[in-house]
């Protein structure tokens, strides 16, 4: 089941070079023309450092962990994996999300790497989407939050449980039979570099031990991981501090008298401030004339779906996969969120 | 030494540096919450690290005849110099803040200028700050378990985000969790003295509070104009 890579290296374009440096000197003209002093401006450039700042660690963790899957982790292994049913291989992985404690933007080139080398896609998509709400520095954090209003186990249990099952149902939903049905050929990927390919320029194994084309690898598929996802965190980050600096917060405010539309309003404020999903507790709680069940659609939707991951997932996934995600992730946390405020009454 | 990984290995360096200078200057505060500030060092470290392992493996390839001079892939341009447009936006907005202009896009509710997060512990001789006027403008409870009410003497330092009138305005501290992009206002209308004060202005107030209908508000005894504390935000 393993994805079939395109080697694709265009030549260097003088001309994108040119442009590309030309964005870089105008953004130091504007900062030296006294632009960083508008207000806004500086709201803008805080918050979008600050995204990429927290985000880029977390990207570099999962491009290590990815590297490691591809090079060290035998591929017995991973055909071991791909041979139990799904039943097994679903609840298994998306669970495996309590064990991973990182955010969102690591969980998606762990999960593109495990697919890829044989897990079964829905079992990847399951773990991808589970692990940034499951995992134990989320919920601790999730109990600290709530823990002021007296709902902490309440709203723990809540998002742990929605989560597992937005995971699960988006994971069976969308993930397809075949890595290629939803992985994104990525270009350059599978050249020389690819361990399980054979090598295409022998002399420079020749004179190499096994351990030092290992490393070389290794170093490789890190860095090529990392530049890959950085390029769509920085891109994410640019649109979500965008958001905060023009859109007051205040405007959903008027929209919490519904659960559903409280609900719904929540959701696409989650979409738009991108927040890590260790921090985005502290963020729900605030909102106080929300129903909790609001706040708790908030809580599972936001790790999903935002528009950080909207560009990470348009790299790493296949067409119209966000659409799918949301046409899954909405209906869901929407059912769910509904009935634990009916259920907290 | 291929002018891709060359470039890449370049890039890791400077967020590497980028990172240390972080750490090393305290600027990490302007960026982050102390429940994040660990990311720093790590980050440091971890790309510090990536680099020189980029490096070394890039070396031994090419001691050992097997390096390539290959061209850079537009792949790869462009997820290099995106890298490199947070650190460009950092150098070039030196000074970027969350002032008056993030109050008015982060403050949530209606009409509140402030948000609840869990309520602060108790602590013996601890001093009331920003959050516990709003919790106690939120919760009577609250406020009589800090004997937080009228007379209550307060010495806030914070920012202008608001003129309400003459010698009125509102006194604002972030409180910040993991990043400033889930940095909620937490705000405390004053009656000064007459003063105007730009938006923006840091001030320490010195004063008590005073009910007004069914909020508290601090009637300064004293208003100093102050340099921006070390670290902005409440912690």
């Known amino acids: ?345 | 030494m291929s002018n891709s990984t060359l470039a890449r290995a370049i890039v890791l360096t400077l967020w590497s540096a980028f990172f240390a200078y972080l750490w090393i200057s305290d600027e990490m505060v302007r960026f982050l919450g102390p429940r994040t500030y660990w990311v720093v060092p790590f980050g440091c470290l971890t790309l510090g690290t990536a680099a020189l392992a980029h490096v070394i493996a890039l070396r031994t390839e090419r001691a050992t005849g097997g390096g390539r001079d290959r061209g850079m892939s537009r792949s790869d341009l462009v997820g290099i110099t995106a890298l490199l447009i947070p650190i460009v936006a950092v150098i070039a907005v030196p000074q970027a803040e969350l002032g008056a202009q993030a109050v008015s896009r982060k403050a949530t509710g209606a009409g509140a200028t402030a948000a609840l997060i869990a309520p602060p512990v108790r602590e013996e001789g601890r001093p009331p700050n920003f959050i516990d006027v709003h919790y106690a403008n939120e919760s009577t409870e609250y406020a009589e378990s800090l004997g937080i009410g009228d007379g209550t003497p307060l010495d806030l330092t914070g920012f202008v985000s608001a003129t309400n009138g003459p010698g009125e305005f509102t006194l604002t501290r972030f409180y910040v969790s993991c990043c400033a992009a889930d940095a909620i206002p937490y705000s405390v209308s004053v009656v000064g003295e007459g003063s105007a004060y730009p938006d923006n202005t840091w001030l320490r107030v010195n004063g008590v509070l005073q009910s007004e209908g069914e909020r508290l508000r601090l009637v300064a005894g004293a208003v100093e104009e102050v340099e921006q504390p070390d670290n902005p935000y409440l912690y």
């Open chain 1, 1 to 345: 089941m393993s994805i079939e890579t395109i080697a694709v290296r265009r030549p260097e374009t003088p001309r994108l070079t040119a442009a590309l440096v030309a964005i870089l000197v105008a953004l130091l003209l504007i900062g030296r023309l006294g632009v960083g002093e508008v207000p806004a401006a500086g709201t803008f450039v805080l918050i979008f450092t600050s995204l990429v700042v927290e985000a880029l660690p977390f990207v570099l963790m999962g491009a290590l962990v990815s590297a490691v899957i591809e090079v060290y982790v035998p591929v017995t292994w991973f055909e071991r994996v791909a041979r139990l049913p799904l039943p097994v291989q679903l609840p298994t992985a998306a669970l495996g999300g309590f064990a991973f404690p990182v955010c969102e933007c690591g969980s998606v080139p762990v999960a593109r790497r495990l697919i890829s080398k044989g897990m079964h896609p829905a079992a990847g998509l399951a773990f991808m989407l589970a692990s940034p709400i499951l995992n134990p520095i989320v919920l601790a954090s999730t109990w600290v939050a709530y823990s002021g209003r007296g709902v902490a186990l309440e709203m723990v249990a809540g998002r742990a449980g929605l989560g597992l099952i937005l995971a699960l149902a988006a994971g069976w939903a969308i993930g397809g039979d075949r890595a290629t049905e939803l992985l994104r050929p990525r270009p350059g990927e599978g050249e020389d570099t690819h361990r399980s390919s054979p090598p295409t320029h022998p002399a420079r194994y020749r004179s190499r031990s096994r351990s030092q084309i290992r490393f070389g690898d290794f170093t490789t598929h890190l860095a090529a991981d990392f530049f890959f996802m950085g390029r769509f965190v920085v891109l994410g980050g640019a649109i979500a501090a965008l958001m905060q600096t023009a859109i007051p917060q205040s405007i959903v405010g008027g929209l919490a008298e519904t659960p559903v539309i409280g609900a719904l309003s929540l959701m696409g404020l989650a979409f738009v401030l991108s927040l890590c999903s260790e921090a985005d507790a502290f963020v729900a709680v605030s909102f106080v004339q929300f129903p909790l069940g609001s706040q708790l659609a908030f809580l599972v939707f936001g790790p999903v779906v935002d528009a950080k991951l909207a560009f990470l997932y348009g790299a790493t996934f296949r067409r119209r996969f966000v659409l799918r995600l949301v046409a899954v992730a909405l209906p869901v946390t929407l059912a769910g969120s509904l009935w634990f405020e009916v259920a907290m009454r």
